[in-house]
């Protein structure tokens, strides 16, 4: 499996972004598709997942009401849209999947930088 996100770049606080991850390769051992975050001089956070089927999706707290996860099968693209961000939005984003079992992150790709100014 090899996924690619992209979409990040520069907004000003309240405005929005779509992140987009696409899935190629083995995809139908996915399970579940995870976004996770990385600001600078911190550790890795959650920010939500959906299955792959594009069910359940699940948000962290801090994102819940202003982000956004859905799928589009035909292009097997998990989107994450972002809107009201703030500044501590700032961060660079990856995608993730999984299989059912094991719950761990299996594949990565590579972040893509959003940037939130005040």
């Known amino acids: 499996v090899q996924l690619q996100a992209s979409g990040g770049g520069l907004v000003q606080a309240g405005g929005s972004l779509r992140l987009s991850c696409a899935a190629s390769g083995s995809t139908f051992g996915i399970y579940a598709v995870g976004w996770f975050r990385q600001a600078p001089g911190k550790e890795r956070e959650f920010v939500g997942s959906i299955s792959w089927s594009g069910r359940n999706p699940f948000y962290a707290d801090s994102v819940k009401g202003r982000f956004t996860l859905s799928k589009d099968h035909a292009r097997d693209t998990v989107y994450l849209q972002m809107n009201n961000l703030q500044p501590e939005d700032t961060a660079v984003y990856s995608c993730?999947?999984?299989?059912?079992?094991?719950?761990?992150?299996?594949?990565w790709g590579q972040g893509t930088l959003v940037t939130v100014s005040s």
């Open positions: 993730a999947a999984r299989k059912n079992k094991p719950t761990t992150y299996l594949w």
